[in-house]
């Protein structure tokens, strides 16, 4: 099993900018991929970014493209969600997410942490 406990969000203007961590434990030696994901209130869950847990491979959704960016640091079993330019839009419960497997379902999800950009 692994864990996965997001910090960092919070109230922030627009244009403003902001980085979420998440700090994975148990056996994160079985992970291949990490991500990001977002949902906001009377919306579908949205694709934000992911990576290999390994490092690389950094594909982003629309709505990030250009303004965040996902790195980790697997010393610190930690991946971090950095975004720039933040609007109203951006506001959202936000959910790192790890997986075993190259495609499909994720496995592993994180409680959440709440980003509000105030316009």
């Known amino acids: 099993q692994v864990q996965l406990v997001e910090s960092g969000g919070g109230l922030v203007q627009a244009g403003g900018s902001l980085r979420l961590s998440c700090v994975a434990s148990?056996?994160?030696?079985?992970?291949?991929?990490t991500g990001w994901f977002r949902q906001a209130p009377g919306k579908e869950r949205e694709f934000v970014a992911q990576?290999?847990?390994?490092?690389?491979?950094?594909y982003y959704g629309d709505s990030a493209k250009g303004r965040f960016t996902i790195s980790s640091d697997n010393g610190k079993n930690t991946v971090y969600l950095q975004m720039n330019s933040l609007n109203a839009e951006d506001t959202a419960v936000y959910y790192c997410?790890?997986?075993?497997?190259?495609?499909?379902?994720?496995?592993?999800w994180g409680q959440g942490t709440q980003l509000t950009v105030s316009s």
């Open positions: 997410a790890a997986g075993i497997g190259a495609i499909g379902e994720w496995d592993y």
């Open positions: 148990g056996r994160t030696f079985n992970l291949f991929r």
């Open positions: 990576m290999r847990w390994s490092g690389g491979y950094r």
